[in-house]
């Protein structure tokens, strides 16, 4: 189970930081992600961090202003969300790949993911 958290209003140009909190079993194949879907959009990949190493990827357009960390004594991965645009306004969810045991390029897509967190809305105004 994800859940996800952290979501709300901010203007252009602040921060928000986005936390998943997955229970239940773990493992070092576990690869954990952000999406988010945009009104009247295809949801979209954001970024994904393998669970016990460190390896991350992102999509081009949250590269140098989002960072996904993970606290695994707390089972939590984080989202850092700097500099924020309208464009980003969606609803975000967290993901579980607990299969492909890497990050990269195929975890954009959301048929590599089992499990999902709930969503949570953020709101960027310009």
């Keep these: 189970q ?12 602040g921060s928000l930081r986005l936390s998943c909190v997955a229970s239940g079993r773990s ?25 016990i190493g460190d390896s ?3 999509t081009d ?3 140098g ?18 500099r924020l645009k309208p464009e980003d306004t969606a609803v975000y969810y967290c993901a579980a790949d607990r299969a492909s045991g890497r990050v990269g390029p195929w975890s ?3 048929l590599k ?7 949570t809305q953020v709101t960027v105004s310009s």
């Design 27 to 51: 493992s070092s194949r576990d690869v954990m992600a952000w999406f988010r879907r945009a009104p009247g959009k295809e949801r979209e990949f954001v970024a994904g961090t393998s669970w």
């Design 65 to 82: 202003r989002f960072t996904i960390s993970r606290d695994n004594a707390q089972n939590t991965v984080y989202l850092q969300m700097n």
């Design 61 to 63: 357009s949250v590269k």
């Design 113 to 119: 993911h089992q499990y999902w967190g709930q969503g």
């Design 108 to 110: 954009r897509s959301a």
């Design 2 to 13: 994800l859940q996800a958290s952290g979501g709300g209003l901010v203007q252009a140009g």
């Design 56 to 58: 991350t990827y992102y």
